[in-house]
Protein backbone atom coordinates (compact mmCIF):
# COMPACT_ATOMS: atom_id res chain seq x y z
CA UNK A 1 0.00 0.00 0.00
CA UNK A 2 2.77 2.43 0.79
CA UNK A 3 3.94 2.55 -2.96
CA UNK A 4 0.99 3.34 -4.08
CA UNK A 5 -0.02 6.05 -1.55
CA UNK A 6 1.59 9.01 -3.14
CA UNK A 7 -0.64 8.10 -6.46
CA UNK A 8 -3.70 7.52 -4.03
CA UNK A 9 -2.94 10.62 -2.00
CA UNK A 10 -2.35 12.88 -5.37
CA UNK A 11 -5.41 11.67 -6.93
CA UNK A 12 -7.74 12.42 -3.82
CA UNK A 13 -5.72 16.03 -3.64
CA UNK A 14 -6.36 16.71 -7.49
CA UNK A 15 -10.31 15.72 -6.90
CA UNK A 16 -10.40 17.70 -4.05
CA UNK A 17 -8.74 20.77 -5.75
CA UNK A 18 -11.32 20.16 -8.76
CA UNK A 19 -14.39 20.19 -6.70
CA UNK A 20 -13.63 23.01 -4.47
CA UNK A 21 -13.02 24.91 -8.01
CA UNK A 22 -16.62 23.67 -9.39
CA UNK A 23 -18.23 24.86 -5.97
CA UNK A 24 -16.36 28.43 -6.49
CA UNK A 25 -17.21 28.95 -9.96
CA UNK A 26 -20.61 28.01 -9.37
CA UNK A 27 -20.68 30.30 -6.44
CA UNK A 28 -19.49 33.01 -7.93
CA UNK A 29 -21.48 32.60 -11.37
CA UNK A 30 -24.43 32.67 -9.60
CA UNK A 31 -23.85 35.84 -7.96
CA UNK A 32 -22.57 37.18 -11.19
CA UNK A 33 -26.18 36.08 -12.54
CA UNK A 34 -28.02 37.28 -10.05
CA UNK A 35 -26.64 41.04 -10.16
CA UNK A 36 -27.25 40.93 -13.78
CA UNK A 37 -30.77 40.16 -13.47
CA UNK A 38 -30.82 42.66 -10.97
CA UNK A 39 -29.25 45.06 -13.84
CA UNK A 40 -32.11 44.27 -16.07
CA UNK A 41 -34.65 44.55 -13.49
CA UNK A 42 -33.45 47.87 -12.31
CA UNK A 43 -33.28 48.89 -16.07
CA UNK A 44 -37.29 48.28 -16.83
CA UNK A 45 -36.85 44.69 -18.62
CA UNK A 46 -39.09 41.73 -16.45
CA UNK A 47 -39.89 38.21 -17.37
CA UNK A 48 -42.19 37.40 -19.95
CA UNK A 49 -43.96 34.97 -17.53
CA UNK A 50 -44.08 37.69 -14.65
CA UNK A 51 -46.65 39.30 -17.01
CA UNK A 52 -47.45 42.71 -17.68
CA UNK A 53 -46.97 45.60 -15.31
CA UNK A 54 -50.26 47.00 -13.91
CA UNK A 55 -49.43 50.66 -14.70
Known sequence: ???HLAYVAASY???TIL???L???VFLD???R???LK???DA???RRSEGKPTS
Do not use: K, Y
Request: aromatic share 4%; proline share 0%; hydrophobic share 45%.
Open 23 to 25: IGW
Open 30 to 32: GRA
Open 44 to 46: GIR
Open 13 to 15: GAA
Open 19 to 21: ILA
Open 1 to 3: MSG
Open 34 to 36: RRE
Open 39 to 41: TLE
